[in-house]
T-cell receptor, first 114, second 114 residues
């Protein structure tokens, strides 16, 4: 299994540009989520999905869109990039969203917005 | 959500045991105690979790106080590869807005000296 994969690893955008961060998992996990991590801070939840066709907002959803058309993929779209979105983005997946379900994280995408 | 408190940093020597404390005085009876760690430039990875009893796995042990207001992650013989940020996280089984979410604090930065 490849686990959770994310592309690209690094990205530089100009203010106002849009882009999509890709996330895929091959573990047949229903629950997927996106976090961002700012320097020296813990991770914060952006959006999550409990299954194909179902998404919901997390703690910091503004400026981001998600969709879940398949179990495997959960892309994160930045609609109009802003310098405040400079961060490292992590995708995670788990079999379920219960309190004992282990979450598996991808390697991250480091995004800089100029 | 119940809050956790961890020391900002700890140091250890290689091949010595490490005890990483976590206080969670407002924990509810159905909150599970999870530990994740984040190696440099990587996504978080699951370490261990428990509810009431002490737990062991191949990576670490988790000691939970009888009143559950604190817990300790024990690395029995630290290696250089264990240098990471360790996060103590409570996961509720009550669902609602906490559904699936991992709430990351600042964590404890563990430095391991050769």
């Amino acid at each position: 299994n490849a686990g959770v994969t994310q592309t690209p690893k690094f990205q530089v955008l100009k203010t106002g540009q849009s882009m999509t961060l890709q996330c895929a998992q091959d573990m047949n996990h229903e629950y997927m989520s996106w976090y961002r991590q700012d320097p020296g801070m813990g991770l914060r939840l952006i959006h999550y999905s409990v299954g194909a066709g179902i998404t919901d907002q997390g703690e910091v959803p503004n400026g981001y869109n998600v969709s879940r058309s398949t179990t495997e993929d959960f892309p994160l779209r930045l609609l109009s990039a802003a310098p405040s979105q400079t961060s490292v983005y992590f995708c995670a997946s788990s079999y379920g969203a219960g309190p004992t379900d282990t979450q598996y994280f991808g390697p991250g995408t480091r995004l800089t917005v100029l | 959500d119940a809050k956790t408190t961890q020391p900002n940093s700890m140091e250890s020597n290689e091949e010595e045991p490490v005890h990483l404390p976590c206080n969670h005085s407002t924990i509810s009876g159905t909150d599970y105690i999870h530990w994740y760690r984040q190696l440099p430039s990587q996504g978080p990875e699951y370490v261990i979790h428990g509810l009431t009893s002490n737990v062991n796995n191949r990576m670490a042990s988790l000691a939970i106080a009888e009143d559950r207001k604190s817990s300790t992650l024990i690395l029995h013989r630290a290696t250089l590869r264990d240098a990471a940020v360790y996060y103590c996280i409570l996961r509720s089984s009550s669902g609602g807005t906490s559904y699936g979410k991992l709430t990351f604090g600042q964590g404890t930065i563990l430095t391991v000296h050769p």
